[in-house]
């Protein structure tokens, strides 16, 4: 599995390849904080722990960027309040 994500800055999203498919995280920005809006995993590799793997790393950027998180996808959501560790970057 990955443990690189790129941010598309144009796309609005970050992306983790795994082999051909692609797991995306999708955000804004809204007054310096990343508004986490959808995540999507392709269905051939859904069930493998690869949209963890994408929320720990996207959550892991934007710690090292010195961001805030308001997480409105359900799975984001999900993700940081089973991940205490992370509460420190969620407001939301």
Sequence with gaps: MSD????NKKGHRFEM?????MAVAYYSIEGGKY???HTEVPFAI?????GSRLARLVFDEIDTRGARI??????M???AARHP?????VDG
């Design 70 to 75: 308001i997480a409105k996808c359900p799975f």
């Design 35 to 37: 508004v986490l809006l």
């Design 46 to 50: 859904s069930g493998q722990g690869v």
């Design 4 to 7: 690189t994500i790129v941010d």
């Design 77 to 79: 959501s999900a993700f």
């Design 17 to 21: 390849a795994i082999g051909d498919d």
């Design 85 to 89: 560790e992370y509460n420190r970057l």
